[in-house]
Nanobody, 120 residues
Framework: QVQLVDSGGGLVQAGGSLRLSCAASGRTFSSYAMGWFRQAPGKEREFVAAISWSGGNTYYADSVKGRFTISRDNAKNTVYLQMNSLKPEDTAVYYC?????????????WGQGTQVTVSS
């Protein structure tokens, strides 16, 4: 098993930046592909970005491509989501997740979420 703790959310103005972090503990972090998801009020959870075990491969939702960057540091057991040029529609609770597979439709472990609010 792996335990995930999300952090780094907050309130930011449109056009600003935030970096989310997800710290993992438990089994070997590099055994997991990692993803970020988000859920806005009244909406279903949606995929944001994913990264392979070594970090060599990434992919993104069209809505964040070119603005968000996912990365990982396996020595620190941490995955990051750098969010630039934020828009009010990026407001959501953001969750990191771990999967044994890449790319993956299903994720096995989830963080508790961190709130991101973008004001116009």
């Amino acid at each position: 098993q792996v335990q995930l703790v999300d952090s780094g959310g907050g309130l930011v103005q449109a056009g600003g930046s935030l970096r989310l972090s997800c710290a993992a503990s438990g089994r070997t972090f590099s055994s997991y592909a990692m993803g970020w998801f988000r859920q806005a009020p009244g909406k279903e959870r949606e995929f944001v970005a994913a990264i392979s075990w070594s970090g060599g491969n990434t992919y993104y939702a069209d809505s964040v491509k070119g603005r968000f960057t996912i990365s990982r540091d396996n020595a620190k057991n941490t995955v990051y989501l750098q969010m630039n040029s934020l828009k009010p529609e990026d407001t959501a609770v953001y969750y990191c997740a771990a999967s044994y597979h890449y790319p993956s439709i299903t994720y096995d472990y989830w963080g508790q979420g961190t709130q991101v609010t973008v004001s116009s």
